[in-house]
């Protein structure tokens, strides 16, 4: 008689299985040795050759709260197999088990959606149906990826953040480059915008680049702290 194991598909002659080979196919879904061995009918389902039956779920959320976490949710299932055999009663299976409420079908991609309280159910009837099981995303990954990315956009929204600059140090640095320009500065922080704007224009003319490249950074530092005072302290 062959066997399939559920998880990797591997198969297996029962005249001819060793312990290692017993071992392998428990420790596939468990992960523990000392799992069970009458449980084993849930881990190798008979092979007669053919292909077996494919369920392909994947786990998506219907409600989230306000901090983020995932409070309820839903697992897309998509059946693949002979219909008459396999698709059919599993189908006629949903139906009386799980209330409509519950429950919706998509003709046009032929996947069920249902609620997640009655995902222990349907995994158990799928397995015992020898539909081999296949997740796209479980629970577990969803709400995993869902921390990710909240963090990332966490530290993203942290690192974009604009950053609020002082006025009074905008001040400040501005009365020293015009001063570093020979322009100057008495009474420069009541100055109206006319006034400012002009002696801007002379500093710059002193720090431009083109004319003295040694001046650089300077004519940069000028303009940055301009951009800012002339929106929000030289208005009027």
């Given at each position: 008689m062959l066997y399939k194991c559920s998880n990797c598909q591997n198969i297996i002659d029962s005249e001819y299985i060793t312990l290692g080979q017993l071992n392998h196919f428990i420790t596939c879904i468990t992960g523990n040795f000392s799992y069970p061995y009458k449980k084993l009918n849930y881990i190798l389902v008979p092979f007669?050759?053919?292909?077996?039956?494919?369920?392909?779920?994947?786990?998506?959320?219907l409600q989230i709260d306000t901090e983020g976490n995932v409070t309820e949710g839903a697992y897309k299932l998509k059946l693949e197999g002979n219909f008459k055999s396999d698709i059919e009663p599993m189908v006629t299976f949903v139906k009386a088990a799980i209330p409509?409420?519950?429950?919706?079908?998509?003709?046009?991609?032929?996947?069920?959606?249902?609620?997640?309280?009655?995902?222990?159910?349907?995994?158990?009837?799928?397995?015992g149906s020898r539909f081999v099981l296949n997740y796209t995303v479980t629970k577990e990954q969803f709400v995993e990826l869902k921390r990710k990315q909240d963090e990332f956009a966490r530290?993203?929204?942290?690192?974009?953040?604009?950053k609020q600059y002082d006025t009074n140090e905008d001040l400040a640095k501005f009365g020293i480059l015009l001063t570093e320009a020979a322009i100057p500065t008495k009474?420069?922080?009541?100055?109206s915008r006319e006034i400012a704007t002009s002696f801007w224009k002379k500093a710059l003319k002193f720090f431009h680049p083109d004319l003295h490249p040694e001046r650089t950074e300077q004519?940069?530092?000028?303009?940055?702290?301009?951009?800012?005072?002339?929106e929000g302290y030289y208005i009027k």
């Amino acid at each position: 008689m062959l066997y399939k194991c559920s998880n990797c598909q591997n198969i297996i002659d029962s005249e001819y299985i060793t312990l290692g080979q017993l071992n392998h196919f428990i420790t596939c879904i468990t992960g523990n040795f000392s799992y069970p061995y009458k449980k084993l009918n849930y881990i190798l389902v008979p092979f007669d050759g053919e292909e077996m039956p494919k369920a392909t779920l994947s786990y998506e959320a219907l409600q989230i709260d306000t901090e983020g976490n995932v409070t309820e949710g839903a697992y897309k299932l998509k059946l693949e197999g002979n219909f008459k055999s396999d698709i059919e009663p599993m189908v006629t299976f949903v139906k009386a088990a799980i209330p409509s409420s519950d429950r919706t079908y998509d003709p046009t991609t032929r996947e069920w959606f249902y609620h997640e309280k009655f995902h222990p159910t349907m995994e158990q009837a799928l397995k015992g149906s020898r539909f081999v099981l296949n997740y796209t995303v479980t629970k577990e990954q969803f709400v995993e990826l869902k921390r990710k990315q909240d963090e990332f956009a966490r530290q993203a929204g942290q690192t974009f953040q604009v950053k609020q600059y002082d006025t009074n140090e905008d001040l400040a640095k501005f009365g020293i480059l015009l001063t570093e320009a020979a322009i100057p500065t008495k009474d420069y922080v009541s100055w109206s915008r006319e006034i400012a704007t002009s002696f801007w224009k002379k500093a710059l003319k002193f720090f431009h680049p083109d004319l003295h490249p040694e001046r650089t950074e300077q004519a940069s530092e000028l303009n940055e702290v301009w951009s800012r005072l002339k929106e929000g302290y030289y208005i009027k």
